[in-house]
């Protein structure tokens, strides 16, 4: 469990992770704020917890699956119960907001290439 410190590839996502699920799934958070993504958790409720403990605001926090193995436009997958959050007006596991799925995406391809 650890938050990113510099750049990876998605193989080395892959070869470097404990946790990695039946299907080639890495647990992910990232703090769109902030601009950093954690990773390798089997909850996504222990990466939040990292995160808070190192200064993140809870609402900056957003729970995705990574594929390190599919294509591009299935590598990322914003489903997390940390993720449900009506006072944001989040109702789901999902990220309803396409402007939060965007930063989302942004700060998750400045941390893993291809």
């Given at each position: 469990?650890?938050?990113?410190?510099?750049?990876?590839?998605?193989?080395?996502?892959?070869?470097?992770?404990?946790?990695v699920f039946d299907e080639c799934?890495?647990?992910?958070?990232?703090?769109?704020?902030?601009?950093?993504?954690?990773?390798?958790?089997?909850?996504?409720?222990?990466?939040?917890?990292?995160?808070?403990?190192?200064?993140s605001l809870q609402e900056s926090?957003?729970?995705?699956?990574?594929?390190?193995?599919?294509?591009?436009?299935?590598?990322?997958e914003f489903d997390s119960m940390?993720?449900?959050?009506?006072?944001?007006?989040?109702?789901?596991?999902?990220?309803?907001?396409?402007?939060?799925?965007?930063?989302?995406?942004?700060?998750?391809?400045?941390?893993?290439?291809?």
């Amino acid at each position: 469990m650890r938050i990113l410190d510099s750049v990876i590839s998605k193989k080395v996502l892959l070869k470097s992770s404990e946790v990695v699920f039946d299907e080639c799934m890495v647990k992910g958070v990232v703090d769109v704020d902030r601009g950093e993504l954690a990773i390798d958790a089997q909850l996504h409720a222990d990466l939040e917890q990292l995160f808070l403990e190192n200064g993140s605001l809870q609402e900056s926090l957003w729970g995705i699956n990574l594929y390190p193995d599919d294509a591009p436009e299935d590598f990322i997958e914003f489903d997390s119960m940390i993720n449900i959050r009506p006072r944001q007006n989040n109702r789901s596991r999902g990220v309803e907001s396409l402007e939060t799925r965007e930063k989302i995406t942004e700060v998750v391809q400045r941390w893993i290439t291809e």
